[in-house]
């Protein structure tokens, strides 16, 4: 992780949960997809990627099997569970209303 | 990955660690492929992906011990689900440690398995050798007021087994005069139960109506015997066994009144005795009235019954029976000269088994002790690092209460295992027993017990909770020292601060380790000496020829006409011979009243031979009665003088070898004439015989002395006891079916029995010292795996406590193999020690172990060798895994443990 643009405590979290949103992925096309959504802005060290997709697992959020990937190559895909998709919507709505009072709070700084 | 192997955490299961380095692999290999497309080269891309990706040792290790929680869980989840639901708020916590400790026993499922294989083992073994010596010695026969039953003898010498069957006359007078309590009578008979699609033989009493009722015993069905009942003209009634009606009625309720055929004789089922009921021994499974106030004249004829009496309480036991000697001597003058005497219901084990039962016993709590110790060093062994685990919990906030449970819970899953898994094995060890022990060696075996043979209830809750208190000690002890500051004192005076093992307790764990290994040399040495002291009764010549002889035994059922009419049972027997004889594949046919191994009288008493000697006394003589052919049927040579031909008569007598030579020192028995004051004539020798030898017997002293005497073709008759036919085959034997149609051919009322060979018969006389080898050497393999386990658990225990000067010495330069060679070291010291302290033992036990085997072998080369290569195997064995481990020590991680 490069500190510079650590993400904040639980972020990482959502955004895994989000990029399951539209189907399995294997933890590279997460991270891929993770990269190009935020245009490179948020750099997620790949560890930390891992680690919060085996949590994830742990928490009952998604479930991982071993499947084939694009280029017939074995991968691990996670996909989401309805447990992942409940704690991604309260994460979200909670993360919005966060962002929105900082952004109040903010408002009028060059 | 081979700086992997070194970092793995050490509760991560191999496949989790391997599917995790996959998924690694497998990113790394995407982004480099990714960066190659980008214009990067090959080793550019692949340096960039993986500085990208971070520290990987750090993901594998968070990843594996994150995936290996997953794992554990999966199999608790659900039961955590419903038991929550059910339970409440308030059994959470506990339900919560309940589910840790289950976590931990997953995670790790070895030293779990082998805690609980050990302890199961340690608890079956001991509780059911505790039942098998309680019910052979200590408890009581199970009838009411046990004390005061006695089976009464009347013999006519002193100490002489003569006289156990007593005249009816006397029982009725007995009865009639009050003398006991209550008196009453059995007789064995041949009780052939036809119903089937075979006819099965089955073991069958003709019993006094009061005797069941005067033990005690309520039956499972139905009634027992009422007074008259069995009286010439009534109905004739049956009591089946529990056995009997589950294996042949298929336990038909309605199995009462119906009439079922026994010994040819239609019999109306009264009543069901229940399984436990064994009486008056264990192979009885059919029960017959017999009135002794008004018996049959054919029971007057044949032997007196068995007594069983139930002494008054009130009166001296020297009064009843003196009483008792003078109204027998009133009633029959049979009773002359002749003592009344008492002997317990179950004559027991006789002094040499009890004695190595007791030994046995006590080899089994020795074994006991040691496994539990064993199951609790081994779960010790992770004191270190479980210390750890409890002392970070303990910081991060974790009550001691609620570690103390979590250790409790766990460790007391094991003990509970291990009780369910060890009663089981008990049990299974039990019914193995009561099958597989030989049932022709009835004082040894568990058919000599009136007791049903269960396992006891007491012994696996005693062996249960003494396996528990030692594992949940062992487990509860390290949450303990990391939680309490006092335990953290005392643990300095029992450990350096070098955090290595105190000297006291290193050399009390070798010498127990010893002591466990030359315990198990002893036992193999045995069980060596046993086996090869079973071999040589196998290889034993048996002065006969038993291959290729068939017997069967044929009788007449009693109430047949023909029994009374002796023209035509003379026809009848001859007919018989005649016929079997001509049989295809039969080369000689002979008929006898007992057959080798077994005689089926036996004579007692002094007997007088030679002139000017004293009369000797003997204990058993077997009595054979045979026709003329027996000799060439069994191939016993005549060795002096010749066999009994068509003129003889019934005066004539062949005596064995041994007793020739006892009774006539100067070799002049043929033509003498032998006498004894047992017998009602005396014979006139006309030969001697080889001896016949038994298998049964382990010293050939024991041996028993043989008699023939000649029954005439005219003067054989077939009675209700019956007769053995037996028949030479020349080629193959005739078909049980076959001879069974050719005797039912001759007279289809004849009852014939099973058809045997006599070698299997023989065979069958090696049940107790094959059984003796068996139990040897399972003890003997037990005590070597109880060795092998405590070698692990000690050396486990040491390594994992030396595991950071390993790493030192590893950082130093030591090669993974010296490493090896420490631990290898001290495993072999501790086998030698072992060996050389086990062999002096088995020196000594052999020369105790020469009274009880047969030309016994002392310890010979092969012996040693088999001992010696199972010992190395043992200690390899124990040592492998501690080895690797100590081979295996990563200094950096070990450093950084510290």
Redesign the interface.
Known sequence: ?RDESSLLQGTLDILVLRALVDGPQ???AV?RWIHEVTDGELTV????L??AL??A??RGWVSAS?GKSENN????FYELTAAGRHALATRSRRWKSYATAMAKALEGLT | MKAFRGRRPGDVPREIARAVENEIQEHLRRRTEDLVAEGLSEAEARRRAISEFGDLDAARCELGAIDARIAARGAWSHVGKSVRRAGGARFTALLDDALLAGRRLHTRPGSALLVTVMLAMAIGLTAAMFTISDVLIFRPVPFHDPDELVVVEMPAVEGSSAGVNLPLTVVEAWRDSGSFEAVGGAFPVAGILEGGAEPVRRGAWIVTPGLVAMLGVRPLLGRTFVEGEGRAGSEETVVLSERVWRAEFSSDPSILGRVVEISGQPMRVVGVMPAEFRFPNAFTDLWVPLDAAAPRDRHRELLGPLVYARLPATIPRDDVLERARLVALDADDWADGRRVTTRPLVRGLDEYSTRAMVAVSAGVVLVFLVLCFNSANLLLGRLASRRREFATASALGASRGRLLRQALLEHAALGIGASVLGTGLGAGLLAWAQVSLPATVERFTLNATLNAVDLDGRAVLATSLTGLVATVFAGVLPAWLATSPQAAMWLRTLVDRTDTESRSARLFARALLVAQIAFAVTLLVGAGVLLRSFVNLMQRDLGLDAENVIVVDVSLPDHVETFQDRSGNVALVRNLVEELGNLAGVSAAALSVGSPPWAKFWWSGEFFGQDGLDAISFDRISDYRVTQTFFDVYGIPIIEGRAFRAGDGDESVILGERLARILWTDGTAVGSRLRSESMTQSYQVIGVAREIRTRESTNPADDSLEMYRFYKPDGFTLSVFGATISLRCSAGCPSAAALRQRIHAVNPRLLVGDVERVSAAYAELLGQPRAAATLATSFAVIALLTFASGLFSALHYAVGRRLPELGIRAALGASAATLGRTVLREGLSVALAGLACGGLAAWWLSSWLAAITYEAPSPDAITWIAVIGMVSAATLAGVWAPARRAMRADPLRLLRDQ
């Open positions: 992780m294997h933890g590279y991270a060290g790949d560890r930390a891992y680690v085996h949590r697992d742990e071993w190559r074995r991968a691990r």
